[in-house]
């Protein structure tokens, strides 16, 4: 069976940034800045962002584009007779589905959130009756249910069209959609009155707040949102790489769709601080800032309740373009294992995702006695946990390795495909710190992270 390809450069671009762009840039990535230090911990993101995350995934794209297939399949293309690298296809798809186990609850609340807004249910609340709402959609099982299964459905059903008139197409139309939304919503946070205040907290490093943090909680703080912000380990990069030809070389594209991603969660704070300032709220942290403070916001704000609606639009393309892209890598692993067609693959995993999301869905209601990670913790939390402390480190490092010792694929061979077509080219001269410090620093983000 011929291997399907991507339609465009552009749509592998925007296919891949879709992937890395999810709530974690929007919520996450302005609290963080906003809690280490503003500019400073913005400097450093940057630094690490070039330094950990772009090299690792170039090694990524460069085993699913010299093998053609996902990462169940990759590393047995790739590796020599009697090695055993292809068990991490295991962990990165066990990654891919355990990450989907939460990520389609929190994309149904962005849904939800939506449909709120856009039906006009915040007008009148108070701060009180905002965070009552938030609890209330929580403790209601049918309506979390309900809102997985749509996005569940609704992903399963773009990716069963197809590669290029399913997943790429709307994929496109997403991002492009939730570009000129975000840098709309910016332009008018920005010219609020008292906004402002909020850019300078934003933007300007503030050396006070390093001394109050110390320096090595905030180049950890930077080093972390770095490394999981292009959601790298799993094969959700490298399945995209095994849909593209050999005319561009891979750090360029690598280096395009990390500036992509950056620019997201970048313009994120610049819609969450000058809000939050304009109407003297503090940037809170975590979910609350979603689904409590900016509601809020939009209440006090003139036309709030379009501002509001097109954010949750926003919100849900974000969510929804990471979960086609590891839907699709998915599906492709069990056609890969299992010898499938695009249809069949599609409809037992519409039955395994829904039915492995239910552990989430309850674990705010039902089965809200359960707290593995102690008290006031959840099911999502400890999925969060195994996905973003362990397997996304993990898996990175196992593709760093295989990548650059002669133990694996090997630093030449992983440096021919990279290297290979148009653009910019990795220097030989990298080859002691991929090997050697490179390791280091991903095995300290796995130790910080279990610590």
Not at 99 to 126: C, D, E, P, R, S
Not at 248 to 254: F, N
Not at 423 to 430: A, F, M, Q, S, T
Request: aromatic share 14%; glycine share 10%; hydrophobic share 50%.
């Amino acid at each position: 069976m011929e291997r399907e390809k991507l339609g465009s450069r552009m749509g592998f671009i925007l296919l891949s940034a879709g992937c890395a762009i999810g709530i974690g840039n929007v919520w996450r990535f302005p609290y963080v800045a906003g809690q280490y230090g503003g500019g400073v911990f913005v400097i450093f993101y940057l630094f690490f962002l070039i330094i950990m995350g772009v090299p690792v995934m170039t090694m990524e794209f460069a085993a699913g584009r010299a093998s053609r297939k996902s990462i169940i399949r990759s590393f047995h293309a790739l590796e020599k007779p009697g090695q055993k690298w292809h068990l991490h296809g295991y962990l990165g798809m066990a990654g891919n589905y355990i990450l989907m186990m939460f990520y389609t609850t929190v994309a149904g609340w962005m849904l939800y959130y939506f449909y709120l807004m856009l039906t006009g249910q915040f007008q009148g609340k108070n701060a009180g009756q905002t965070g009552e709402m938030f609890q209330e959609m929580l403790s209601s099982p049918q309506t979390l249910l309900v809102t997985m299964a749509i996005i569940v459905a609704a992903g399963i059903f773009v990716c069963s069209i197809g590669l290029q008139k399913g997943v790429e197409r709307i994929t496109k139309i997403m991002m492009t959609l939730l570009l000129v939304i975000i840098i709309v919503l910016a332009v008018h946070s920005i010219t609020l009155k008292g906004g402002m205040e909020g850019l300078e907290f934003y933007l300007l490093p503030d050396f006070q707040r390093i001394k109050d943090i110390s320096i090595w909680e905030i180049i950890t703080a930077a080093m972390n949102q770095a490394f999981f912000t292009l959601s790298l380990g799993i094969g959700a990069m490298g399945i995209f790489g095994s849909y593209i030809d050999k005319k561009r070389s891979l750090l360029g594209e690598s280096v395009n769709i990390a500036v992509l991603d950056t620019f997201v969660a970048f313009v994120s704070g610049l819609i969450i601080f000058p809000a939050c300032f304009a109407f003297n709220i503090s940037p809170d942290q975590g979910p609350g800032l979603i689904f409590i403070t900016l509601p809020n916001i939009f209440n006090k704000m003139a036309g709030g309740r379009i501002w509001g609606t097109l954010f949750f639009v926003f919100m849900t393309f974000a969510a929804f373009s990471t979960i086609l892209a590891v839907f699709e890598n998915i599906i492709s692993c069990c056609m890969d294992l299992f010898h499938w067609n695009r249809k069949k693959a599609c409809l037992v995993n519409l039955v395994a995702i829904t039915v492995l999301s239910l552990p989430c869905v309850f674990g705010y209601n039902i089965l809200s006695s359960f707290q593995p990670l102690g008290e006031g913790s959840t099911v999502l939390d400890l999925e969060d946990f195994i996905v973003s402390n362990i397997i996304l480190p993990v898996g990175s490092l196992c593709y760093l390795l295989f990548c650059v010792t002669r133990f694996g694929w090997g630093f030449d061979k992983y440096i021919e495909e990279a290297n290979t077509g148009e653009g910019l080219k990795i220097p030989h001269w990298i080859r002691f710190y991929v090997t050697y410090i490179l390791p280091v620093l991903i095995l300290l983000l796995i130790i910080k992270g279990l610590i």
